[in-house]
């Protein structure tokens, strides 16, 4: 495996489910991103862990709950998730190289969310 | 706080022309990154080309090249030599150094190449 990968690639869930969403990185990356894009609105951040710590959180409701065990892999984990939650959720990496404006994120090929 | 602003919803290109996507920005940062960003119908975002704020020179990365005009704030894509897999959504996006590791997304073009 190569890049940015994330599992499941679709995913339909009831209001009252709890799922998780994976991403794996194999890019040695120290960095590792949640964003999710919704119909018709720019791509917004989420969450942002730097060696396992999560050092961004950009009000996001709680029925979100991130996990980063180790750099090469981040969780989102869902629970009592409401339609507008709907989107597809992209996870990213990047080497996170003391802050610079040149730090290139990466992207997975995203999993798009459908909560019925 | 950045914002990006793509003006062109939608574009249409015949294949092997060349074809701009539009982009502008506003920061107050002093140093920055610009990034251009494809996404196919699939939804993976693919990077294509960067940018520094300090660059001299215009970034180039095969046949995508990025117009950058520092004065008028913008950072208009290239892309020459169309082709039909060219057929994508792109994001124009920034990140400054003030620490905030996020990336401002524009509102993206939908390019679509013609045969």
């Known amino acids: 495996e190569t890049g940015v990968t994330q599992t499941p690639r679709h995913l339909v869930m009831g209001m009252t489910n709890k799922k998780s969403l994976k991403c794996e990185q194999h890019l040695g990356h120290n960095a590792m991103y949640w964003y999710k894009q919704s119909a018709k609105k720019p791509l917004e951040l989420m969450f942002v862990y730097s060696l396992e710590e999560r050092v961004e959180n950009n009000s996001v409701p709680s029925r979100f709950s991130p996990e980063c065990p180790n750099s090469s892999h981040l969780f989102l984990h869902l629970h009592t998730l409401q339609p507008e939650d709907s989107a597809l959720y992209l996870c990213a990496s990047s080497q996170d190289r003391v802050i610079t404006a040149g730090d290139t994120q990466y992207f997975g090929p995203g999993t798009r969310l459908t909560v019925l | 706080a950045q914002k990006i602003t793509q003006t062109q919803p939608g574009m249409f290109v015949q294949e092997k022309e060349a074809v701009t996507l539009d982009c502008t920005y506003d920061t107050s940062d002093q140093s920055y990154g610009l990034f251009w960003y494809k996404q196919p119908s699939s939804g993976e975002m693919i990077f294509l080309i960067y940018q520094g704020s300090y660059d001299e020179q215009n970034a180039t990365e095969g046949r995508y090249s990025l117009n950058f005009q520092k004065a008028r704030k913008s950072a208009n894509l290239v892309i020459s030599a169309s082709q039909l897999g060219d057929s994508a959504m792109y994001f124009c996006?920034?990140?400054?150094?003030?620490?905030?590791?996020?990336?401002?997304f524009g509102s993206g073009t939908r390019l679509q190449v013609q045969p």
């Open positions: 996006a920034m990140k400054g150094d003030t620490g905030r590791r996020a990336l401002t």
